[in-house]
């Protein structure tokens, strides 16, 4: 059974920051790859999705890669903002719908 | 717009009762599923549909119902039998989930327990 595992927890940097969050799975069949978005309270919001075929996906300041040799993806948010704090989750999919990691708790600092 | 619209946005219910959730779409998506959120956990799947007037269970269906009459609409029915039903619903559509689709969500519904 897919299990998707993301670290760190939780995350606090200074505004204008780089940074990366990082995403694991247990089934290397799978299928694609999304990351999303939720404010509290708030419903999720896609961000990013890899297709099985492809290994990495942008849109503006974020870049989201999939290695599934290795099991793991990266999202990579350059030059952070106030406005991106939020919780990022990251879920795949095999033959069964989307199995969704607990997510990273992001707070950009002004 | 076409979105997802769930309600209520709060739900409040007795001991021994059943509550219902909506979950309308108007993306002309032929999937949709529910998923619940505990504080500071992923989302878990209870139950989706591949198209209309057929559903499977998903990994935490005890307790819940749902029906599939109409392409927009996937109610969701927390029974009496769910012991532990405080949490955030969330109700999520895509094109078909076979397909590498991203799935969108609506703005979910808060239950509690009186």
């Known amino acids: 059974k897919q299990e998707v595992t993301q670290i760190p927890a939780a995350l606090s940097v200074p505004e204008g920051e780089n940074l990366v969050l990082n995403c694991s799975f247990t089934?290397?069949?799978?299928?694609?790859l999304q990351w999303f978005r939720q404010d509290p309270g708030k419903g999720l919001t896609s961000l990013l999705l890899?297709?099985?075929?492809?290994r990495e996906q942008t849109s503006g300041r974020l870049n989201a890669s999939l290695d599934k040799s290795s099991g793991r993806s990266t999202l990579y948010i350059a030059a952070s903002q106030p406005g991106d704090s939020a919780t990022y989750l990251c879920?795949?999919?095999?033959?069964?719908?989307?199995?969704f990691g607990k997510g990273t708790r992001l707070s950009v600092i002004a | 717009d076409g979105g997802i619209t769930q309600s209520p946005k709060y739900l409040f219910r007795k001991e021994g009762q059943n509550v219902t959730l909506s979950c309308e779409q108007n993306?002309?998506?032929?999937?949709m599923y529910w998923y619940r959120q505990d504080p500071g956990q992923g989302l878990r799947l209870i139950y989706y549909?591949?198209?209309?007037?057929?559903?499977q269970k998903g990994d935490i269906a005890e307790g819940y119902s749902v029906s599939r009459e109409k392409k927009e609409s996937f109610p969701l029915t927390v029974t009496s039998a769910q012991k532990n039903p405080t949490a955030f619903y969330l109700c999520?559509?895509?094109?078909?989930?076979?397909?590498?689709?991203?799935?969108?969500f609506g703005d979910g519904t808060r239950l509690s327990i009186l």
């Open positions: 999520a559509s895509s094109i078909d989930w076979r397909d590498s689709q991203p799935q969108h």
């Open positions: 089934d290397s069949a799978i299928y694609n």
């Open positions: 890899i297709q099985s075929s492809q």
């Open positions: 879920a795949g999919s095999g033959n069964t719908p989307l199995v």
């Open positions: 993306l002309n998506h032929d999937a």
């Open positions: 549909s591949q198209i209309v007037n057929d559903f």
